[in-house]
């Protein structure tokens, strides 16, 4: 299963790539590029340098994601936690079964006055509506609250569950 969000992630990933190629490229390289855009925005021309470059597909893109979350958040990237609009960024996503029910947990992380806070969103698969504990996680690295995260156990996430239904 991938979220939209991750989904959005790999097409901001891409962009940003495109966008480091044409920093690179030589004037005549950018003629070409011009060329074969749709519109001169910046955007449109960084799409037409993703294209042009051998990147991953986002079956493969989503493993190094996932495995090396801590390297995207370190690189400062528009991909890691910090959201362009200060919204909160979904860092890692966990499935479990409560009361026979399939849940995703969801870690959201917001920076801020030099210390990272964390909520946990829940939501059922494919289905609207998704309930959020209050910011119950506060590090000042962001690594460290997706650590914990992690470390919670199913038992924790039923319990954060229960604290958020009506």
């Not at 993703?50 to 370190?74: A, C, M, V």
Request: net charge neutral.
């Amino acid at each position: 299963m991938t979220s939209p969000r991750l989904v959005e992630r790999y097409e901001a990933y891409r962009l940003e790539q495109g966008r480091e190629l044409l920093r690179l490229l030589p004037r005549e390289g950018l003629r070409v590029v011009l060329q074969r855009a749709e519109g001169d925005d910046l955007d449109g021309l960084a799409r037409v340098c993703s294209d042009l470059l051998p990147l991953p597909p986002l079956s493969i893109w989503l493993g190094d994601f996932r495995r090396h979350r801590d390297r995207y958040e370190e690189a400062g990237s528009g991909v890691g936690v910090r959201g362009r609009t200060g919204a909160p960024v979904t860092v890692d996503v966990r499935l479990f079964s409560a009361g026979g029910v399939e849940w995703v947990a969801a870690l959201e992380l917001f920076e801020g006055e030099g210390r990272w806070t964390g909520r946990v969103r829940f939501h059922r698969p494919e289905e609207d509506g998704a309930w959020f504990t209050g910011e119950i996680f506060r590090e000042s690295r962001s690594a460290q609250l997706r650590a914990a995260f992690l470390d919670a156990s199913v038992d924790t996430l039923r319990a954060l569950l229960r604290s958020v239904l009506p």
